[in-house]
């Protein structure tokens, strides 16, 4: 259903939108400073299916490769590795943090990759690939991938985040933080709602939208870490809602006042008052500032992945 609703939308305009979304917003030094990267558990699953298929491993795409989260984790086991993305961005976070050597990053579209046919071992999408036009991204995938290549995409929704102290119900919790998100972020998330349902629905969308038999969901690996409300704070400020909530209030008070003080950013900024409601109404804290909150955060990595048939 979503996959339909995508394919009506005019896709320069849905283009458009990503672009301007991470090259306008100052969120690319958020993000790479505050995603979680892929730990090993993952890339074993990944790897294992590739294994399976008995490919080489030769030459790696990681589209939509951000600030090359996912890039740094599977590079040291392909012998050339390129990452895209079509902010431009992002490409330069990408550039600024890489260390390997037979690692190059560039600006470009999923929807039209500069690669030649049969020239790719694997593609990677890590938690991008609800973005893409999906039937523009396989058919150019499937054209660049060798027989007997893989396409493989990870994702995960806002993992589940409970303080260490808390004996509650932590399944109720989770229900009341996704109520409190749908209802603040409102108005914001509109417009990528369909990517969203995606990822909530664990790409099911996409499983069924891949144009090969030979597809399958893989183990899901659920990482846990411990954060403080900072680090907790910063991944928060990662995520493009509460960027487009604090950019709207930011308009607002511009075009009230002719400026914006850092009283104002005080007033409007989403992230602390987030917080507050959660430390103070759900845990019980009086502050989210409160040093000895400690949180157990689980993120659920869920993988779909396909082969390109040899014949
Ligand atoms: C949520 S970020 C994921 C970044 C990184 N792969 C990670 O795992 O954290 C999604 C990325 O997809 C990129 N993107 C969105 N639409 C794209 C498209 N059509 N072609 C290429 N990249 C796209 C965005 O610019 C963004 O950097």
């Not at 491993?57 to 939509?64: E, R, S, Y």
Request: charge should be negative.
């Amino acid at each position: 259903m979503f996959r339909d609703l995508r394919q009506k939308a005019n896709w320069s305009e849905v283009k458009m939108k990503q672009q301007t979304y991470y090259d306008s917003l100052d969120i690319v030094s958020e993000y790479s400073r505050n995603r979680p990267t892929y730990s090993s558990r993952v890339r074993d699953v990944v790897m294992k299916y590739f294994d399976g298929t008995g490919s080489r491993p030769d030459m790696l795409l990681d589209v939509g490769c951000g600030g090359g989260q996912a890039t740094n984790v599977f590079a040291p086991l392909f012998q050339k590795v390129v990452g895209i993305d079509i902010s431009q961005k992002q490409i330069e976070s990408a550039k600024r943090q890489n260390k390997f050597d037979h690692v190059t990053y560039q600006a470009g579209a999923a929807e039209k990759l500069d690669f030649d046919d049969e020239s790719v071992a694997m593609v990677i999408c890590a938690e991008a690939v609800h973005w893409f036009d999906l039937e523009k991204f396989f058919s150019e995938a499937f054209r660049v991938l060798k027989p007997g290549g893989c396409v493989v995409m990870i994702g995960y929704w806002t993992p589940s985040f409970i303080p260490d102290s808390y004996t509650g119900d932590g399944n109720e919790l989770n229900l009341m933080h996704t109520q409190l998100v749908q209802h603040l972020f409102a108005d914001e998330i509109k417009e990528r709602i369909d990517g969203y349902r995606s990822i909530m629905r664990k790409y099911a969308d996409v499983l069924e939208a891949v144009p090969v038999q030979l597809k399958s969901r893989l183990e899901t690996v659920v990482d846990e870490m411990n954060w403080d409300m900072d680090r907790f704070a910063g991944f928060m400020r990662s995520l493009d809602a509460v960027e487009l909530y604090n950019q709207k209030q930011h308009d607002q008070v511009l075009r009230k006042n002719g400026k914006v003080t850092a009283e104002d950013f005080r007033n409007y900024d989403i992230v602390p008052k987030f917080l507050n409601l959660a430390a103070n109404k759900l845990w019980g804290y009086e502050s989210y500032k409160d040093p000895n909150i400690s949180l157990n955060v689980k993120f659920e990595m869920f993988t779909i992945a396909a082969t390109k048939p040899r014949d």
